[in-house]
Antibody, heavy 115, light 107 residues
Framework: EVHLVESGGGLVQPGGSLRLSCAAS????????MSWVRQAPGKGLEWVAT????????HYVDSVKGRFTISRDNAKNSLYLQMNSLRTEDTAVYYC????????WGQGTLVAVSS | DVQMTQSPSSLSASVGDRVSITCRAS??????LGWHQQKPGKAPKRLIY???TLQSGVPSRFSGSGSGTEFTLTISSLQPEDFATYYC?????????FGGGTKVEIK
């Protein structure tokens, strides 16, 4: 069974940084593209980023380009999202998901950007 | 970017009703569309992929149809556990884009 567990969320001031992690199990992590999706409070779902199996290809939504970096460590079965220059509008629950079509989802981690 | 227009944004229905939700893509996306269900306070869960293929373990009362620019999610007989918000997602191209969501409420 696919199991995805996010961590690293918390409260951060505008302009600050945070690194999210996603621990994967139950499947061959190195064979899967992986994605991050977020949901602002009371709002819909927004795709954030996707990374290929070996990390050679990455894609981002325009609003995070140049600020967020998706990466992975296949030896540790882990996915990451480095978030810099955070803005209040980045406040959301962040989910990791398997594949670029979001076959399976983690439970999410809350990021709150506020002064 | 492909824009996904989902309708209605909300609906009220009774247990046993047949319910349909539509997503329209701003350009053709073949059958590269999935439907995801989200219950309050929970992570989303994929129900359907490739427009019409049921995810393993999903009840057969859920079905999907469509290709190109017009897609439909149908629940043949609404059950109490189906009250949730539903989202379509196009996975034809980057950036991936979701529909705005449809909240299915109890009448």
């Amino acid at each position: 069974e696919v199991h995805l567990v996010e961590s690293g969320g918390g409260l951060v001031q505008p302009g600050g940084s945070l690194r999210l992690s996603c621990a994967a199990s139950g499947f061959t992590f190195s064979d899967s593209w992986m994605s991050w999706v977020r949901q602002a409070p009371g709002k819909g779902l927004e795709w954030v980023a996707t990374i290929s199996q070996d990390g050679s290809a990455t894609h981002y939504v325009d609003s995070v380009k140049g600020r967020f970096t998706i990466s992975r460590d296949n030896a540790k079965n882990s996915l990451y999202l480095q978030m810099n220059s955070l803005r209040t509008e980045d406040t959301a629950v962040y989910y990791c998901a398997r594949w670029a079509n979001l076959e399976s989802w983690g439970q999410g981690t809350l990021v709150a950007v506020s002064s | 970017d492909v824009q996904m227009t989902q309708s209605p944004s909300s609906l009220s229905a009774s247990v046993g009703d047949r319910v349909s939700i539509t997503c329209r893509a701003s350009q053709g996306i073949r059958n590269d569309l999935g439907w995801h269900q989200q219950k309050p306070g929970k992570a989303p869960k994929r129900l359907i992929y490739s427009a019409s293929t049921l995810q393993s373990g999903v009840p057969s009362r859920f079905s999907g149809s469509g290709s190109g620019t017009e897609f439909t999610l149908t629940i043949s007989s609404l059950q109490p556990e189906d009250f949730a918000t539903y989202y379509c997602l196009q996975n034809n191209s980057f950036p991936r884009t979701f529909g705005g969501g449809t909240k299915v409420e109890i009448k």
